[in-house]
């Protein structure tokens, strides 16, 4: 069959690369299947060029996927106005954690033919065969569609991979590498190429507000993995990996087996993940540090206790410091997930996460609060349902047509504080937060005027190379031993990617959350500005 993966546009200048599709591309490639990619991603194209192009190519099926989210709600509406609108509408098949929880509402809404639920792999395979071969939608598991009657059918789900390893790898060449490599991530080199990937799958946790609930942990063999690894930077120049499993460090063990099969081949890539702060020690950092880890994010959520206890996150504040302060000594950059609106939640509660982030944040990402989303499919959904905040009639429509219209607004306020409470609490936190960070970066970008100017520093590239100063401590920066301006994108990327760096690597150690100090100049004649100790606290004058 003839199918067409459509890649919707997030209207971010890069995108990550699109992983489900490439699942379900690795499987139906395997079985013969003719697959094009329609890239709005990349290209910003309106969302009526989709109807335009398939009234000009013949697709015996089209397939978007998508997650929760009040812009990928949006989007696909407006996609879906045109897959419809189509002269040579295709089958139109529909996958993701956002419309699995609430099938209905979703065949209703987009008019879309077929809903895939939960994990595809094996549906997609089975679906394509049933409908090449015109037998029924009910001999294939994990499928919802609506009968000649209008009524909701629905098959029970596929049982899920066991074995990842025994899943095709990604069809990398049928999709826009050239472009998903640039995405830019924390604590990547501006000459770095990146992509995701995923080590496991699932999650050991039952967080209340996580719409991601397949039961269990598989994970893939740790060798299987670094060939694929291997094979990304051989044949697409890859030098950064970031793990997207809901929780790569979910399996002290796994992580241990990744980290030494990295530091067995000695690759050229560093990596990212998310982690548990439950599962966090000194000698495991260490590792994850030596095989390459920079950057570990962090859902953390709150620093009450009480909080922490409704949201079933299984942490304490002492165990979020501890694991913080850990992850920082080793030279990890942490990143800093909170939200603010459950049960319990009062302007104190919110007022020690911000007290926690302006004293912890290293400044490798922007970080700001946004409130606590009952998104379908969670167990917070359902309390929402329970406590009248969204309708019980027609919660999916309640959540996605008027409530949740925006993850800055609130969708529903589980809280005892009034709405206009809530929004002056959250204008106090992100004002306190961005003024924090902009005050930073001001900073850091006077001290390296100083530094220029007091060094005559010749390999100095420009205020732009280094993003107005918003160096993460630990960070390493290249020196080529050739003067390549890379601040500039005159330099295309074919040229970029043939050109291999070298020269000598030196050692930066922040100030974002440090007293100043005087730059201290070392052997070779080139100011540290940042060579201060790490146990210092930031200074009240700064963070205030």
């Known amino acids: 069959m003839r199918i067409l993966f459509v890649v919707y546009d997030n209207g971010s200048y890069d995108h990550h690369f699109p992983m489900g599709l490439g699942a379900i591309g690795g499987v139906l490639k395997k079985e013969g299947h003719e697959i094009e990619v329609w890239s709005q991603d990349m290209h910003h194209w309106p969302d009526d060029y989709l109807r335009i192009f398939l009234d000009e190519n013949k697709f015996d099926v089209v397939v978007v996927s998508l997650i929760a989210g009040y812009y990928q709600y949006k989007k696909v509406l407006a996609l879906s106005r045109a897959i419809n609108s189509s002269k040579n509408r295709p089958t139109y098949i529909m996958g993701g954690y956002g419309p699995t929880p609430e099938p209905k509402y979703f065949l209703d809404k987009t008019e879309c033919d077929i809903i895939c639920l939960g994990e595809g792999e094996i549906t997609a395979v089975k679906l394509m065969d049933a409908l090449e071969n015109k037998t029924p939608l009910e001999d294939v598991p994990g499928v919802a569609w609506k009968d000649i009657q209008g009524n909701l059918q629905q098959t029970e789900r596929a049982p899920q991979v066991e074995d990842l390893d025994s899943l095709p790898l990604y069809p990398y060449e049928l999709f826009p590498m050239h472009y998903y490599r640039m995405v830019q991530l924390p604590r990547a080199q501006s000459t770095d190429f990146c992509l995701p990937m995923m080590s496991a799958r699932g999650c050991t946790f039952v967080c209340t507000f996580c719409y991601r609930m397949d039961p269990g942990y598989r994970k893939r063999d740790p060798k299987a993995l670094l060939d694929e690894i291997e094979f990304l930077q051989k044949e697409y120049g890859i030098t950064r990996i970031t793990f997207q499993d809901d929780l790569l460090m979910s399996s002290v063990e796994h992580t241990y087996e990744v980290c030494n099969e990295f530091i067995k081949r000695n690759i050229p890539v560093t990596w990212d993940c998310n982690g548990r702060l439950n599962y966090c020690s000194p000698d495991l950092l260490r590792l994850m540090k030596q095989a390459g880890c920079v950057f570990i994010n962090y859902g953390i959520e709150s620093m009450d206790q009480k909080v922490l206890n409704e949201m079933k996150k299984g942490l304490s504040p002492k165990m ?204 070779d004649g080139r100011a540290n500005l940042f060579n201060i100790s790490r146990k210092t606290q930031a200074p009240s004058r700064v963070f205030q």
């Open 320 to 523: 979020v410091l501890k694991g913080i302060e850990d992850t920082l000594d080793v030279g990890i950059s942490p990143g800093f997930n909170f939200i603010f609106g459950s049960l319990h939640d009062t302007k104190e509660t919110l007022k020690k996460s911000v007290d926690f982030l302006l004293k912890y944040d290293d400044f490798s990402q922007k970080r700001t609060i946004r409130p606590v989303t009952p998104y379908p499919g969670s167990p917070l959904y359902f309390t929402a349902i329970e406590m009248g905040l969204l309708d019980k009639d027609n919660p999916c429509e309640d959540f996605y047509e008027r409530k949740h219209l925006n993850s800055e607004f609130i969708s529903a306020n589980f809280t005892d504080l009034t709405d206009e409470e809530f929004y002056e609490c959250l204008n106090w936190a992100n004002k306190k937060l961005m003024k924090n960070y902009y005050d930073v970066q001001k900073h850091n970008t006077l001290e390296q005027i100083e530094y220029l100017y007091k060094t005559k520093d010749v390999s100095f590239r420009g205020f732009r190379r280094y993003g107005g100063g918003s160096i993460a401590r630990g960070q390493e920066t290249k020196v080529p031993e050739k003067e390549v301006n890379w601040e500039g994108s005159q330099v295309n990327d074919a040229n970029r990617f043939s050109n291999h760096q070298g020269g000598q690597t030196r050692k930066i150690d922040g100030v974002e959350r440090y007293i100043p100090k005087e730059p201290i100049f070392e052997e």
